[in-house]
């Protein structure tokens, strides 16, 4: 009998700070035994988490150097010995197509995919959605995306509201505004779908109109490269600053104002919860989960990054009437303690997991 407490998940490679490493290790931490399957050793312009932690009690493969075929019997033989109750499917590409003949070869196991947003390997799903029991996803309108594309009957999907660590994430002190200048912020990941170079667009835009403005860029990955060149021959370098890589997210979040995630595609960024748990307000992109979040002149502002006049409005007034500005600090974080809160993440975690271990797979002919 498959062992209630014993899940494998899968994984394209392993990042530092991803949410699924997170919840993972919070569910070893709750007595799951937890195995961990990746795909890459790295990923270009992220930075390799080395799960030492994993590797140290042998639940950690590599599945770099395998075929498609070693894969599937090296995942099915690890599900068997540790008598695993779930496989989970977090991003990993390669692992859609080896799904199908590893529930063959392992009858009992339950097996679900999460799903962050509608982009990327997310329409593998749909191909091989037949192989999995039921999606997870982390807001309302992944789930509306889900079941708008779904083929089958009955889909089941779970929605798991992520949160942040409060304790981790904290208003600076005396932090009314910069001493000098006001800075408008983008952190977080390089690459098209956060929509770095649609910030500096935006800035450039915005120093015209503002001129005390100042901009501030931390983060990396694969577009980072495409940054510094853009950043290069802009009209306004002067008041941009490049800071890349950051160790921890909060102090990037101490240096600046307010947050712009101009994102093209998303699902629900943890980078709008921890900016809001700094007293940080956030000029959000009305994509993905975003509107979810953010409540409207309360924690911050829903605006397309192309709203130059909406986007001017909002910092010219968040300058100019300190009440705005100390209401927003206040109410940013007020919000994050009551809605963003990790360990209620975490709960929904563990108790649909132990729930999934008591179910049995549907004898629907999957």
Do not use: W
Request: with cysteine; charged share 25%; net charge negative.
């Amino acid at each position: 009998m498959p062992n209630d407490k014993s899940i494998v998940a899968l994984l394209p490679f392993v990042v530092r700070g991803a949410l699924s490493l997170i919840v993972l290790r919070a569910m070893r931490e709750r007595g799951f035994d937890v195995t961990i399957a990746y795909y890459m050793r790295r990923a270009e312009g992220y930075t390799a988490d080395e799960c030492a932690d994993f590797k140290k009690d042998g639940r950690l493969l590599n599945l770099g150097e395998t075929t498609s075929d070693e894969a599937i019997a090296l995942i099915s033989d690890t599900c068997r010995q540790r008598n695993a109750h779930l496989l989970l499917q977090i991003g990993a590409p390669q692992a859609y197509r080896q799904i199908p003949y590893i529930r063959e070869k392992c009858r009992d196991l339950l097996v679900y995919d999460i799903l962050y947003n509608p982009m990327g390997h997310t329409v593998n799903h749909f191909l091989y959605e037949s192989a999995f029991d039921a999606a997870i996803v982390e807001s309302r309108a992944m789930e509306a995306f889900v079941n708008n594309n779904t083929s089958l009957p009955g889909k089941v999907t779970h929605v798991m509201e992520s949160g942040i660590d409060l304790a981790d994430f904290f208003p600076k002190p005396n932090s009314n505004s910069n001493e000098h200048h006001f800075v408008l912020g983008y952190v977080g990941r390089m690459s098209p779908e956060k929509n770095p170079l649609g910030f500096i667009e935006l800035a450039e835009k915005l120093a015209e109109r503002l001129p005390g403005l100042r901009f501030r860029i931390f983060g990396e990955g694969p577009q980072l490269n495409d940054v510094q060149e853009r950043l290069h021959v802009s009209k306004a370098a002067d008041v941009i600053q490049l800071d890349g890589y950051i160790p921890h997210v909060r102090d990037a979040m101490h240096m600046i104002d307010l947050l712009v995630v101009p994102s093209k595609l998303d699902g629900r960024p943890n980078i709008v919860m921890e900016a809001n748990a700094c007293g940080v307000p956030v000029i959000g992109a009305p994509v993905g989960g975003i509107p979810e979040l953010i409540d409207e002149g309360v924690n911050g502002y829903i605006k397309a990054p192309s709203d130059i006049n909406g986007i001017a409005a909002v910092v010219s007034a968040f300058i100019s009437d300190p009440d705005i500005r100390s209401s927003l600090q206040k109410n940013s974080r007020s919000a994050a303690e009551l809605r963003f809160d990790r360990n209620r993440m975490l709960d929904d975690y563990g108790n649909l997991f132990s729930i999934t271990a008591l179910e049995s797979r549907p004898s629907s002919g999957q």
